[in-house]
């Protein structure tokens, strides 16, 4: 296989898994992945971001803090906004259908509340994968910094699927960034961008079968001249 093959097959095989086996990641491993993430473009060479791998009482802690803030309903403001206010139509479509292959995979039905709540509760237990990564920013960087990390979450995100490993990025973590940074002894300067699930994909897994769909070239890629 060519390297462009090779490439294009990782590409294709990346997808956002939830459900993972119990197998530890050899730190060198994840240290390696994390590494090559940092490859990734970066305007002025500014490299912004940090990855935090939180493990042991301090995960468990974390996890069982951001359960009880959830069900409870606790709001916090949010250190940026991910979505626009009101979401256009045209996206909107675009969330309820990678919603309905989410729970469908699983077999809970729209009007099944409590089987919802329980998946989307899994976000903050990082979906239980062997690595929990919480993912920052410093709130003085300009917003084209946030192009930047996210190339580099892509980044390794491709990496750990070359490796062998799989990932989930996780939005729902950016919710309670005041809560993230007790827990972490961050000061305010770090903004809380998303959390990473990472570890050995479980293939078993219902979960693990959701894929959702891209659009067409023709509605993002234009010729002109």
């Known amino acids: 296989m060519n390297t462009a093959d090779a490439f294009t097959r990782v590409l294709k095989a990346r997808h956002s898994v939830r459900a993972y086996r119990p197998d530890p990641v050899p ?5 390696q992945v994390v590494a090559l993430a940092r490859l990734a473009p970066s305007g002025a060479n500014l490299q912004p ?7 042991g009482e301090a995960r468990r802690a974390l996890s069982a803090d951001l ?3 959830w069900r409870n309903q606790q709001q916090e403001t949010e250190d940026y906004s991910y979505f626009p206010n009101p979401l256009p139509m045209a996206l909107k479509r675009r969330q309820i259908a990678s919603a309905k292959a989410l729970y469908d995979a699983l077999g809970i039905a729209r009007e099944d509340r409590k089987g919802r709540d329980g998946q989307f509760e899994r976000n903050f237990r990082f979906f239980d994968a062997p690595v929990a990564l919480v993912v920052t920013i410093g709130h003085d960087l300009g917003s084209g910094c946030y192009m930047d990390l996210g190339m580099a979450l892509h980044g390794l995100m491709l990496a750990a699927q ?8 996780i939005g729902a973590i950016a919710s309670y960034p005041n809560l993230i940074r007790r827990h972490l002894s961050l000061d305010s300067n770090s903004k809380i961008v998303c959390g990473m699930a990472l570890g050995y994909a479980d293939p078993e897994a219902p979960v693990n079968q959701t894929r959702t769909a891209r659009t067409e070239l023709g509605e993002y890629f234009k010729t002109v001249g």
């Open 27 to 31: 730190t060198a491993l994840l240290q």
């Open 49 to 55: 971001g940090t990855f935090i791998s939180v493990q």
């Open 67 to 69: 359960v009880h803030a």
């Open 162 to 169: 070359a490796h062998g490993l799989s990932t989930c990025a």
